[in-house]
């Protein structure tokens, strides 16, 4: 119990517990790595409002769960309740909507480079609604050279020539564009509050399984096919890259702040190409390692510049 306390804390960010937060955030990196891959699976037997209303079920549940083990209290002010919903939208609903529908069309290694401008977004926000947390120069050059290091790991040069339509690309830049509004949205409203990570993740993924539930009976006529690669793909996207990678999540942005927690995206698709070497026999070439010293290179200068 000490253990799972650690890694789905029923307690605020505490600064004894802040060492902890580099293993969540490799953690996030890695089950986050893998989301796009466990979208494109579900996308066989499923539409895309489907994938977004499998995963946030299976993450729902899992948290709901967690919630009764661990006995972990919930707000009764309609108001907490009311901000916590407006983070799901802009963490939940909209981007497990968008990423999904893009990737019927593109290349899940296209959407993954789109989601790794997550940070920018989120810097642009943060320059606008945050003015005690705007990035110093040291944090955007951080962010710049995280975002150089993304683009040498996956090539793009040699996927835009046939990445899918427009459209399904400016749904991936909507997507991060709705996270980077999220993260501010959860530093500036959600964390002052003194939550419990696990009761913010909950309510969160609760609030936006309910809605894409409710989407889905109501307009979606598409016919599951639900294969064991299907239902396994959601279960992982559910419980770890939904239920328990949102706890951390909520951690980390309340520990860090919203720019470097949103840092994160950068090393997913890094993750993304290990896995698919290591797992699939895919080739590497020369430039993903070098992309991904200059991924972590990016990150570690961020770091030091929110210091």
Not at 214 to 223: C, E, G, S
Request: charged fraction near 10%; hydrophobic fraction near 55%; include cysteine.
């Amino acid at each position: 119990m000490i253990l799972c306390n650690y890694w789905v804390d029923t307690a605020t960010v505490a600064p004894a517990r802040n060492r902890w937060l580099p293993l969540q955030f490799v953690a996030l990196a890695l089950v986050w790595g893998a989301s796009f891959l466990f979208i494109k699976i579900g996308l066989q037997g499923l539409s895309a409002l489907q994938v977004a209303a499998a995963r946030l079920d299976f993450g729902a549940l899992t948290l709901v769960s967690l919630i009764l083990l661990l006995r972990v209290p919930l707000p009764r002010q309609v108001k907490v309740w009311g901000h916590i919903a407006v983070v799901s939208l802009t963490l939940c609903v909209v981007p497990f909507v968008l990423y999904p529908w893009a990737e019927q069309t593109i290349d899940s290694g296209l959407a993954s480079i789109y989601n790794a401008a997550t940070p920018l977004m989120t810097t642009l926000v943060t320059l606008i609604a945050l003015r005690a947390e705007r990035p110093g120069r040291m944090q955007l050059l951080g962010l710049a050279l995280g975002f150089v290091g993304v683009c040498v790991v996956l090539a793009p040069w040699q996927l835009l020539g046939h990445g899918g339509p427009v459209l399904a690309q400016f749904a991936c830049l909507g997507a991060t564009l709705s996270y980077g509004i999220g993260f501010v949205y959860m530093r500036k409203y959600v964390t002052p509050l003194g939550l419990p990570a696990l009761t913010v993740a909950g309510i969160q993924v609760g609030v936006g399984a309910v809605l894409m539930t409710v989407v889905v009976a109501l307009v979606d006529r598409h016919r599951m096919d639900a294969t064991p690669a299907v239902v396994l793909s959601m279960v992982a996207l559910g419980v770890l890259g939904t239920g328990l990678a949102y706890v951390w999540n909520t951690r980390i942005i309340n520990g860090w702040g919203a720019t470097a927690a949103s840092s994160v995206t950068y090393l997913t698709p890094v993750i993304g190409v290990l896995l698919g070497a290591l797992l699939l026999s895919e080739r590497i070439g020369w430039h993903e390692p070098l992309g991904g010293a200059i991924v972590i290179a990016g990150i570690v200068l961020s770091r030091r510049g929110s210091r």
